[in-house]
């Protein structure tokens, strides 16, 4: 009996103690998760090394030495080499004959064409000759240029200047025409004599060349290039020998 007693007085005991109560559902129905701690995350900060761009040097410019300016000089010295040496006129072998310099002779030159290689020998009578047939003690080209300008051709007192008739070009070619004027078999220095000469200032090769030509014909045809920073131009003289009529001045047909 005492056993039941107890047992009955234990279980009343129990009912009468206070309830835990549940935790009450979301509404989702969804259970909150108990937050998780987050620990801090080490960040490990990686430095990219910018490249140094790499500086390209300029290569410096060359310079382009300057021509060397040859002093001018009033005269030269030079003594003839050939066995006997033309002396002219004009700057070229088809100018009028003056005299001869026999081989050994001692001259003095004091001008040049700028152009070709004639030099001009001072003296009484002045005239022309070819540098190739000479020694000259010194630089030719330091002579003065005196062609055209202060060195001059005879004047003839006898026969008029020609008139060109026409001056034209296909391609580099360049045909001058004029009018003839005729000159007397008596006033030709010899049968070698050509009546017209043509001063031709014309451009070849890149360069300006001086190129006396003659003949007996009233036309001519000539190379003139492209190239040249100088123009090209020229002239016409009617020889005969007294001296030089004219001159008469082409007009240059231009480049197309």
Known sequence: MRILFLTL?????????????????????????PQ???LPVAITSTLTKTATPSTTETPTPTETPAPTSIPTVESLKAQVTADLLSC????????????????GANIKLIGR??????VYVDGKNKCWLNAKFIDIAGDRSSLPVIYPGIAKLPQSPYYPPT???SA???????????RDIPVSAGDYEDENMQQYIIEAWRCEGGQMIFDPLATNDTSITFVDEPGCSQPSHGRIFVQE????AGPT????????
């Open 9 to 33: 007085i234990a279980a009343l005991l129990t009912s009468c103690a206070p309830q835990t109560p549940l935790q009450a559902a979301s509404p989702t129905g969804t259970v909150s998760a």
């Open 36 to 38: 998780a701690l987050t």
């Open 88 to 103: 002219r006129y004009g700057p070229g072998p088809f100018y009028l004959y003056l005299y001869g310099l026999v081989k």
């Open 113 to 118: 064409t700028d152009g070709n290689n004639w």
């Open 163 to 165: 008139t060109i008739r």
């Open 168 to 178: 034209t070009r296909s391609g580099n070619q360049v045909t001058v025409e004029w």
């Open 241 to 244: 020998k007294h001296g030089f």
């Open 249 to 256: 001045e082409i007009p240059w047909p231009p480049q197309k």
